[in-house]
């Protein structure tokens, strides 16, 4: 695991420029936009330029955080002295507004917490011990000195609380908890984020699992489940999700490794990967081209459900033997 923090050389690159662009991971999670948000806010406060973009836009149940309007869903006519890519573990995660930002920008920062972070950019600020990219963002912050705003400390907060899943990963240690007691001093309101982003769900995420289950099954320590287009059809949704379902799906008490399989509309499948501590997914995800933590990752594959399930299971096979066989 390699940790490269360059508090200095960042903060210098960002104080030296003109304008910048905060870019995050596509399909954005709540540690995605707390990081870029909370970024964006802290340093146009400290009187600098920046823009802020993510493919799609930041998703609804994300929107009460301030600053959501200004964010770019998509990037045409700019440049930019300097771009900082955040909870990203590789280029191509950035997607469209990465690929637009890499072409325009002068330098490339690359904040990120991914153990699986493949050090692209010109300057790190990669610590895979933090549990959430904020959490780094938040270090950068204090070590460039000045304050921090509700706005910005609500932002860090959400993403500390969704890469925990609410302080329930085994990374949480006394100091996550040192950082949370302070963003609550700033403002940031603990109550409302757990319940905007792990507890109230849309009602078409049941309508969802009511086709989706059928499918689930759990063999030796793996628990799967496969939705389907026509699943995400019947339940009126038009993105491709699990609503959450491997979160459920772990929780059993008989699982190691949970994987949610996502037929996509383009012959590719994506997966989400789900494990108890003793167990690693990221290694497998990575194998597969994604990438993300040991209890929690991702990848997308070229194929039919038949061919990718057929590629994935044996992987998810080795990775069970491997814990096994440490535990
Ligand atoms: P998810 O199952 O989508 O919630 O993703 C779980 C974790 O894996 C998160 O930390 C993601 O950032 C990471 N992840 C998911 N998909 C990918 C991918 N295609 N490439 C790299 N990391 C991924
Ligand atoms: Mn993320
Ligand atoms: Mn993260």
Do not use: C
Request: glycine letters at 10%; aromatic letters at 6%.
């Amino acid at each position: 695991m390699t940790n490269k923090t360059q508090w200095n050389e960042a903060t210098e690159a960002v104080l030296g420029a003109e304008s910048i662009l905060v870019v995050t991971h596509v399909k954005p999670d709540g540690d995605a936009i707390g990081s870029l948000l909370g970024l964006t806010l802290a340093l146009r406060e400290r009187g600098l330029n920046v823009d802020a973009a993510v493919d799609g836009g930041v998703p609804k149940f994300l929107e009460y955080l301030s600053g959501t309007e200004t964010v770019y869903s998509k990037l045409t006519v700019s440049k930019w002295d300097l771009m900082i890519s955040v909870d990203a573990s590789d280029e191509e995660r950035t997607g469209l507004v990465g690929a637009y930002g890499r072409e325009h920008s002068g330098k490339i920062i690359n904040l990120d917490h991914h153990a699986t972070n493949t050090f692209f950019g010109n300057i790190y600020l990669v610590a895979p011990e933090s549990v959430s990219a904020t959490e780094i963002v938040y270090d950068w912050l204090v070590h460039m000195g000045g304050t921090i705003s509700q706005s910005a400390a609500a932002a860090l907060l959400t993403g500390l609380v969704t890469d925990t899943i609410g302080f329930r990963t085994s990374n949480v240690n006394p100091r996550t908890l040192e950082i949370v007691r302070e963003l609550m001093l700033l403002g940031a309101p603990l109550h409302e984020i757990i319940q905007r982003t792990l507890v109230s769900r849309d009602y078409n995420d049941l309508e969802l699992w009511k086709h989706v289950f059928p499918s689930i099954e759990l063999k030796d320590g793996i628990i799967s489940a496969v939705v389907t287009q026509t699943n995400l059809k019947q339940a009126g949704l038009d993105d491709m999700t699990d609503g959450g379902l491997v979160s459920t799906l772990i929780s059993v008490e008989e699982a190691k490794i949970a994987v949610v399989f996502k037929e996509q509309s383009d012959n590719r499948v994506e997966m989400s990967f789900r494990s108890v501590v003793g167990f690693d997914v990221s290694a497998v995800a990575f194998a597969l081209g994604g990438g993300g933590h040991k209890q929690a990752a991702g990848a997308t594959v070229e194929g039919t459900m038949a061919e990718v399930q057929a590629q994935v299971m044996p992987l998810l096979q080795i990775a069970l033997k491997q814990g096994e066989a440490l535990g």
